[in-house]
């Protein structure tokens, strides 16, 4: 449609093996919009920026400064590769640590994770491990644009984990369930401001599966892998709060999507 993106860069690079680090400039060119609000986006966009980026081992952040716009943008990204490395069967793994997003309902979830013998034996290719896990989140209510729900959770239980392949341990496949303690309550917003109900406690059933990529072993002594997969949750009762003269339904059963990084020490 006529529309035109284009872009120029130059940085210098700073390399060793385990990390990266680059400093440049970038210049952006839009043209072609005739929509009124992409024309002032294309102007906001089209500008001399200053780069800078890093990467350590599968982990790269960037961040674009622009000069005159007074604007920047960035990404975060990671990268997984079917590079040799440790062999999951070697069964000397010390622990290991999980930072996981959950959507659409949005929360952050950190876990740890200990090996454990109760029903994999130690030459099985399957891995067993304890984990503890801890969430926490303040989605939006349903569609209520003046209403999110406060949670908190703290989650036990046992997880298997095997490579797809007895080839390569690229990418393995995960399955978890457990017991978990959640909380949730309302905060409002707009017409709702500075208000907060009641919490609401309840136990749960929780499990999960999903997949991981082995992204990259920058130590002896640690690993990363990126795992994409789903977490689901029924709690023994569901449960109302009285918010602003009204009752809302909360602790109910869901499933979310689950993206993350896992780092395994030795």
Same mark, same amino acid.
């Given at each position: 449609?006529?529309?035109?993106?284009?872009?120029?860069?130059?940085?210098?690079?700073?390399?060793?093996?385990?990390?990266?680090?680059?400093?440049?400039?970038?210049?952006?060119?839009?043209?072609?919009?005739?929509?009124?609000?992409?024309?002032?986006?294309?102007?906001?966009?089209?500008?001399?920026?200053?780069?800078?980026?890093?990467?350590?081992?599968?982990?790269?952040?960037?961040?674009?400064?622009?000069?005159?716009?007074?604007?920047?943008?960035?990404?975060?990204?990671?990268?997984?590769?079917?590079?040799?490395?440790?062999?999951? &069967?070697?069964?000397?793994?010390?622990?290991?640590?999980?930072?996981?997003?959950?959507?659409?309902?949005?929360?952050?979830?950190?876990?740890?994770?200990?090996?454990?013998?109760?029903?994999?034996?130690?030459? &099985?290719?399957?891995?067993?491990?304890?984990?503890?896990?801890?969430?926490?989140?303040?989605?939006?209510?349903?569609?209520?644009?003046?209403?999110?729900?406060?949670?908190?959770?703290?989650?036990?239980?046992?997880?298997?984990?095997?490579?797809?392949?007895?080839?390569?341990?690229?990418?393995?496949?995960?399955?978890?369930?457990?017991?978990?303690?959640?909380?949730?309550?309302?905060?409002?917003?707009?017409?709702?401001?500075?208000?907060? &109900?009641?919490?609401?406690?309840?136990?749960?059933?929780?499990?999960?599966?999903?997949?991981?990529?082995?992204?990259?072993?920058?130590?002896?002594?640690?690993?990363?892998?990126?795992?994409?997969?789903?977490?689901?949750?029924?709690?023994?009762?569901?449960?109302?709060?009285?918010?602003?003269?009204?009752?809302?339904?909360?602790?109910?059963?869901?499933?979310?999507?689950?993206?993350?990084?896992?780092?395994?020490?030795?």
């Amino acid at each position: 449609g006529g529309e035109l993106d284009s872009s120029f860069a130059a940085y210098g690079v700073l390399s060793r093996s385990v990390a990266d680090i680059w400093l440049g400039v970038r210049r952006d060119w839009r043209s072609g919009y005739e929509d009124p609000v992409l024309r002032a986006t294309a102007n906001a966009e089209a500008d001399l920026a200053i780069v800078l980026g890093l990467r350590f081992g599968p982990l790269i952040l960037e961040t674009v400064q622009q000069i005159n716009e007074d604007a920047s943008y960035g990404q975060l990204r990671l990268v997984s590769s079917d590079a040799n490395g440790r062999n999951m &069967s070697d069964g000397d793994e010390r622990f290991a640590l999980d930072f996981d997003i959950l959507l659409p309902n949005v929360q952050l979830r950190l876990a740890g994770r200990v090996p454990t013998q109760f029903l994999v034996a130690e030459s &099985s290719r399957w891995r067993e491990a304890f984990f503890v896990g801890l969430g926490y989140g303040e989605p939006q209510y349903e569609n209520n644009t003046n209403l999110f729900v406060r949670s908190r959770q703290l989650d036990v239980g046992l997880e298997f984990e095997r490579p797809l392949s007895d080839r390569s341990n690229w990418v393995s496949a995960y399955g978890r369930a457990g017991v978990a303690w959640r909380d949730e309550e309302l905060i409002g917003v707009g017409d709702l401001r500075d208000e907060v &109900s009641g919490t609401v406690g309840r136990v749960a059933i929780t499990a999960g599966a999903g997949l991981r990529f082995r992204a990259a072993g920058i130590a002896d002594r640690w690993r990363v892998s990126i795992q994409l997969g789903l977490v689901g949750r029924v709690p023994v009762s569901n449960a109302d709060i009285q918010f602003g003269g009204q009752a809302y339904g909360v602790q109910a059963s869901d499933v979310d999507l689950v993206f993350g990084a896992s780092m395994d020490f030795f």
